[in-house]
């Protein structure tokens, strides 16, 4: 049963992701309209992902320390203001890049201590049986605002102006802050101790399963190999495969596979999460193999959206796996390292494809990518994720009670 506490967080966080869609799009286009210079946007989106690295696993132990429900709530004010302050200097009509740099640099800098909260929030508003449903929604929520967000994105900037587009996302924040202010999420303290101390536990509870680090590994391959084909598919389906509307196909497909895996996931339970959830990464060998071959594009657009059935299975598999097996006062942080080795695998394909695709042609890299995707079925021969499987979840943060009496300060 999804509690009320829940259904308060999901709808704090539909509304926030809904504006995060937005900005991508309407950043790109506000900054090259402002400058001209595609070396400004990249600027802008490093000033946003380099603090998300650096303090991601500090965003980890803070929301252990404090509630993960306080830290949330500040870092949604924070986001608020920043994009306040980029849609203001939009809606000016001469931006300031190095505003629009600053502004991106502290929203960046507050997703880091966000994104860790929410394995913690979703398990603290959750019991482990309603667990998988409450992860599946969650990821539905992200798919669909991933499909409407550009298109929203797109009328705004074409209307009303690219700072538009930062206000809504303003306005998201500031009605989620007010959501979580409302929300009682059940907490376990984490007994004090030095904030180096904090951080080294963390990692040992990351690197002491033997399912868990072969798994942000294999993980973090996939998300490399993704990258790759976001980069060079585009290059592809314009040069080989019939044109641009080829690629808006494919991306498309896998928007709507997304959403059908995120569905999947709420009824089909497998007896070994992870295996199932490493074993889904390798069908990105799908698409990467066709593009790199330039295969017809019928067959190219239906791979992506099978490839994306298998992430939309995965995710809420995995995160509800986790939520289930990690103590609740190391949730946290032990996401925290998951979503750094997965961030930075993204740059690190988003520089190496087109630098192979120069010396080697963009079919060289895209098929090397299809070969690493094996990495998630080579996970099968560590005993840990083989044998791993969901015996009884950890014990819920609180009592049942502490979810009437928890007032969420």
Not at 46 to 57: D, E, F, I, T, Y
Not at 93 to 107: H, I, M, Y
Not at 378 to 390: C, E, I, L, N, S
Request: glycine letters at 10%; one cysteine or more.
């Amino acid at each position: 049963m999804l509690t009320r506490d829940f259904r308060v967080l999901f709808a704090g966080r539909a509304l926030s992701l809904l504006g995060d869609a937005v900005v991508p799009a309407a950043l790109a286009l506000a900054v090259l309209r402002a400058t001209g210079s595609t070396s400004a946007l990249a600027l802008v989106l490093g000033c946003a992902m380099v603090p998300k690295l650096v303090l991601l696993p500090v965003g980890g132990v803070l929301a252990d320390r404090l509630r993960a429900r306080t830290v949330a709530l500040l870092t949604d004010l924070v986001r608020c203001a920043s994009q306040v302050l980029a849609g203001l200097q939009l809606l000016g009509g001469e931006p300031s890049l190095g505003v629009l740099a600053a502004a991106e640099t502290v929203g960046g800098a507050a997703s880091a201590f966000a994104m860790p909260c929410l394995y913690p929030l979703v398990a603290g508003t959750v019991r482990a049986e309603a667990r998988q449903r409450a992860n599946a929604l969650m990821a539905t929520a992200e798919s669909a605002t991933r499909l409407g967000g550009p298109a929203l994105a797109g009328l705004l900037v074409l209307t009303a102006g690219p700072g538009w587009a930062f206000l809504l996302d303003a306005a998201t924040f500031a009605v989620s802050a007010c959501l979580l202010a409302t929300l009682r999420v059940a907490h376990v303290p984490l007994p004090r101790q030095p904030f180096r101390a904090d951080l080294a536990q963390g990692w040992r509870e990351v690197t002491g399963r033997d399912w868990y680090w072969p798994s942000l590994l294999a993980h973090a391959v996939s998300n490399l190999c993704l990258s790759v084909l976001l980069v060079l598919g585009p290059a592809v389906a314009v040069a080989r495969l019939g044109g641009e509307g080829v690629w808006v196909a494919t991306v498309q497909a896998g928007a709507v596979g997304l959403l059908a895996g995120n569905a999947l996931s709420s009824r089909l339970r497998p007896r070994r999460p992870v295996l199932a959830a490493n074993a889904l990464g390798t069908l990105f060998a799908l698409p990467l193999a066709l593009f790199a071959a330039a295969a017809p594009a019928p067959w190219t657009v239906t791979s992506y959206g099978v490839a994306m059935v298998g992430l939309g299975y995965l995710n809420p598999t995995w995160q509800t796996t986790v939520q289930n097996a990690i103590p609740p006062t190391a949730l946290a942080r032990v996401t925290s390292y998951d979503w750094l080795l997965s961030l930075a695998a993204v740059p690190l394909g988003y520089a190496l494809a087109p630098w192979a695709a120069e010396r080697w042609g963009t079919g060289a890299p895209l098929a090397a990518a299809a070969l690493l995707t094996g990495v998630g079925a080579a996970t099968a021969a560590v005993p840990g994720v083989r044998r791993f499987a969901p015996d009884r979840p950890h014990a819920d943060p609180a009592p049942r009670d502490a979810y009437r009496a928890d007032d969420g300060t």
